[in-house]
Nanobody, 112 residues
Framework: QLQLAESGGDLVQPGGSLRLSCTVSGGTSEYYDIAWFRQVRGKEREEVSCTSSSGGRTNYADSVKGRFTISRDNAENTIFLQMNNLKPEDTAVYYC?????WGKGTPVNVSS
């Protein structure tokens, strides 16, 4: 059974940057596609970005294209989400996901 742990969320001003990490334990992540989701209280969870097992294919929600970059280090069982030019509407709890496994999330608050 895989365990996922997100970190890196923080309070940041508009235009700022954050790098989120998702560390996988209990198994190797290298065989799986991995996704980042986010959720605002009272709204449905939405997919932000995903990457294939090799990292060779990536996909982004239109709202984050050109600002967010997903990457992975399979040797370290870690997935990253680099977020640049953050906007207030990026405020949410961010989760990583593999198959049916979810982390507990890390909060991102973009505010001046």
């Amino acid at each position: 059974q895989l365990q996922l742990a997100e970190s890196g969320g923080d309070l940041v001003q508009p235009g700022g940057s954050l790098r989120l990490s998702c560390t996988v334990s209990g198994g190797t992540s290298e065989y799986y596609d991995i996704a980042w989701f986010r959720q605002v209280r009272g709204k449905e969870r939405e997919e932000v970005s995903c990457t294939s097992s090799s990292g060779g294919r990536t996909n982004y929600a239109d709202s984050v294209k050109g600002r967010f970059t997903i990457s992975r280090d399979n040797a370290e069982n870690t997935i990253f989400l680099q977020m640049n030019n953050l906007k207030p509407e990026d405020t949410a709890v961010y989760y990583c996901n593999i198959l049916q496994y979810w982390g507990k999330g890390t909060p991102v608050n973009v505010s001046s």
